[in-house]
């Protein structure tokens, strides 16, 4: 199975910024396809962006479009999700993974939790 670690998540208050990091140590994460989800409680797993190999597109849900982007650093096998104006209803664990489908997805890691929080 395909192990992914997500890191970055933490309190921040409304209006704030949080940079999450995904990474791999066994693999090279720009050969696949990586998506970014989060779950809140009591909600499904929601899909919010999602990069293709060799970032040939990339795709955004509504309820990120504009506020989120999810970039590369190959240098550091790592993929981020940069988190710009976020509201209380962003609050959620965040995780990666090597699909764009939630449904698709076989092994989810542990997640990194964000809250956005006065």
């Known amino acids: 199975q395909v192990q992914l670690v997500e890191s970055g998540g933490g309190l921040v208050q409304p209006g704030g910024s949080l940079r999450l990091s995904c990474t791999a140590s066994?693999?090279?994460?720009?050969?696949?396809?990586i998506g970014w989800f989060r779950q809140a409680p009591g909600k499904a797993r929601e899909g919010l962006s999602c990069v293709s190999r060799r970032n040939r597109s990339f795709y955004y849900a509504d309820s990120v479009k504009g506020r989120f982007t999810i970039f590369r650093d190959n240098g550091k096998n790592t993929v981020y999700l940069q988190m710009n104006s976020l509201k209380p209803d962003d609050t959620a664990v965040y995780y990666c993974?090597?699909?764009?489908?939630?449904?698709?997805?076989?092994?989810w890691g542990q997640g990194t939790q964000v809250t956005v929080s006065s």
């Open positions: 993974a090597t699909e764009c489908a939630a449904s698709a997805v076989d092994y």
């Open positions: 066994t693999f090279t994460l720009d050969y696949y396809v």
